[in-house]
């Protein structure tokens, strides 16, 4: 097939993070020969909005709790809630539990490696269901996570930091690039994600250790434009965020339902805010309301 000057210079640049991403790769448990499906579609899932350092030791317990998707459906949902501690954002947890139960029930408690199978079951999205297919199956897949997308909009469109949806075009660039080759594809979709989260840092990429530096547009034209681009705040103090983590925090430690309204723990949320929480953690079926008189929760 004829190539183009564009089409050679994406290969190269492609290649050139392989060869990086096979020397510079983590050594992560998810990561190793030995883990099972189950074991990547826990990972994907935990890590989609919690760091590794946090992750990890998490998802070692999880794995020994429940070593296959039938193990985590035996169990209620509030063992996986509970067990979640504090990763953050622990609608995920009641998700997993849900796809475990999936998996169960249509799939005889394994791990689809079709993408479009794997994309219906629930809490999988486009991201999880291409990364469960290309990690724990090395299918030829489309990964495109916050990480890879930054690496792609600098090093080929020379843009400071990626919007904040994806659109359509940005999709198909990324697929474009996939290697045809099943084995390189996985190693593009891990090394590229793997670049985006040690060198190609949103605030303060190492352009100097990147193995793309000889070739991104962004940096070709003078790196700018990120220190215009406006932070991520992350409000937490006194935020419904917190307060819903400080109500599962309780809760979570708890092995009786707990009465909220009013607990020690709590006495600083103001109680309007405490209730409008534990209706939205209610609403979102991460916990219940188990005495009406006594206002009572647990998870
Ligand atoms: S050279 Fe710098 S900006 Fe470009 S891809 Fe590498 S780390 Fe990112």
Request: glycine share 8%; aromatic share 6%; charged share 25%.
């Amino acid at each position: 097939m004829p190539t183009t000057p564009q089409a050679d210079r994406d290969a190269r640049m492609v290649g050139e993070v392989i060869d990086w991403f096979a020397t510079e790769a983590r050594d992560l448990p998810w990561r190793r020969s030995d883990c099972s499906p189950w074991g990547v579609l826990v990972s994907e899932v935990m890590l989609q909005q919690t760091p590794v350092v946090r992750v990890e030791p998490v998802w070692r317990e999880w794995m020994a709790r429940w070593p296959t998707p039938a193990a985590l459906a035996a169990d209620e949902q509030a063992d996986a809630v509970r067990a979640w501690g504090r990763l953050g954002y622990p609608r995920r947890a009641k998700r997993l539990w849900e796809c475990a139960v999936a998996l169960v029930e249509r799939h005889r408690g394994s791990v689809p490696a079709d993408e479009g199978t794997l994309l219906a079951l629930p809490g999988i999205g486009a991201y999880t269901a291409a990364a469960v297919a290309a990690f724990a199956y090395g299918r030829r897949a489309t990964v495109l996570d916050t990480n890879v997308r930054r690496v792609i909009g600098r090093a080929w469109e020379g843009r400071p930091l990626p919007a904040l949806h994806q659109t359509v075009g940005e999709r198909e660039h990324a697929s474009s690039l996939v290697p045809d080759d099943a084995s390189r594809a996985v190693a593009w979709a891990a090394g590229s994600m793997e670049l985006g989260a040690l060198v190609c840092t949103a605030r303060v990429p190492r352009c100097d250790e990147c193995p793309l530096a000889a070739d991104c547009r962004w940096l070709a034209e003078g790196a700018t434009g990120l220190e215009q681009a406006p932070r991520k705040v992350q409000p937490w103090h006194g935020t419904d965020r917190q307060v819903r983590g400080r109500i599962m925090a309780l809760l979570r430690a708890a092995h009786v339902p707990v009465t909220v309204t009013g607990h020690a723990s709590l006495e600083d949320v103001e109680p309007g805010q405490l209730d409008s929480c534990l209706e939205s953690l209610v609403e979102d079926g991460l916990v219940r309301l188990v005495d009406e008189e006594r206002g009572a929760y647990a998870l």
